[in-house]
C-alpha cells in the first residue's frame, strides 16, 4: 500500500470523529440473508484474511476478537495495526473456538466456511446462538458455488472490484465509519488507474500479451490449480490489458503444463503464500520445477524470465487486487526497460 493510500485512510479516521452516526437501525441484506443491527458489531471474528484487512484498512481494529484462515503476512501498510489479532487457526477454525469469542458477527471470505455445508458451521447455527454473520459479496454474487473444480466454483458474471467496492460500503455503513470507506475506495481506485497507466506505457508495442496465474497443486509434477478468467486474476488482466489464456468461468481449473505450453505465455505470475497445505504452496519449489521440468523450460516466459511473485491474497478477491495490479504494471515496465 502507498504512502498516499495511508494518509487517505487517516484523514478519513479523523473525518469520522466528525461525522454523524448512520440512523439506526441498519438493515443489511448479504449473499441472501437480511440482518437488522441496532448498534454497529462491537465483537467480530474474521474468518478469511481478506475480511480482516479489510476491517484493519476501516480502522476497526479494536473490534477483532478472533481471525483464522491466513495465506501470508498482513501488507505492511496494516501490520502495526494487525500486530497482536488473535489467530483462532491457521486454516479453518473450530466451530466452538469461534463461538467462545463471545461475536457478535463472523465475517467470512469464503462461503464454504459458513455457508450452506459450512466447514466452520452454517449461518444458521450462528444465527441460533444470536450470532450474525457476514460473507464477502465476491464469493457469493455472479457466482455459482456447484460449477467448477476444487471447492471454489465459477463465475456466472466477471469479477469486477465494484464487488469490493460494494463490500466496503455496506461494512463502513454497518460500522458507522462511511467516510473512511469513502476514502479507502477513493483511494483504490486512484492506484488502479495510475496502474493502467503504467502497464499500458510499457506495453504499447505489445499488443495482447498473455498471461497465465498459477497458485498451487497438489503435486508439482501435476496439473496447476490456474485462475480462470472470470475471477479476480482475470479482472487484474483486463485492468492491465493482459490476455489470461485460461478461457474458462471457473475460479481455479486445473489445466495440464502441456496445454499451457502451447499457448506459450509472455508472462508467468506466482503466488507466494506461506500455507503448506500442498506442494505447490512453497514458492521455491514452483520456481524450481518452472525451470527444470522439461516442458515449462521451453516455455517463453519462463526463457525470458518473466515470472512475477505475488502474495497469493492479491489474486483472491481482494483489497489485495489493487497491490496485484501495481506490482504486474512495475515489473512489466522494468522488464520492457530492460529489453
Known sequence: MTTRFVSLLCAAALLSVFAPAHARPVT??????????????????????????????LGLKEKIVGTAVWFGA?????????????????????????????????????????????????????????????IAPADCVGKSLTAGSNGDGGRDTPFTLDLIYQEIASLATLFDVEARGKALTDALQQRVAEARRTAQAAMKPEANAKVVFWFSSTRLNGDPWVAGSAGAPGWIARTLGLTNIINTREEWPAVSWETIARSDPDYLVLASMDRRLYPADDIVQKLAFLRNDPVTREMKAVKQNHIIVVPAMSLNPSLRNVDAVEALSQRIAAFHAGS
Open 74 to 134: 498482513l501488507p505492511p501498510a496494516l501490520q502495526a495495526d494487525g500486530k497482536g489479532l488473535k489467530r483462532l487457526a491457521e486454516n479453518a477454525p473450530g466451530f466452538e473456538a469461534v463461538v467462545a469469542q463471545r461475536p457478535d458477527l463472523v465475517a467470512a471470505q469464503y462461503t464454504y466456511h459458513v455457508g450452506d455445508q459450512g466447514e466452520v458451521a452454517t449461518r444458521q447455527q450462528f444465527e441460533q446462538l444470536g450470532i450474525h454473520t457476514w
Open 28 to 57: 443489511i441484506e448479504n449473499c441472501g440473508v437480511t440482518t437488522t443491527w441496532k448498534q454497529p458489531p462491537a465483537r467480530v471474528v474474521t474468518i478469511g484474511q481478506h475480511e480482516t484487512e479489510l476491517l484493519l484498512a
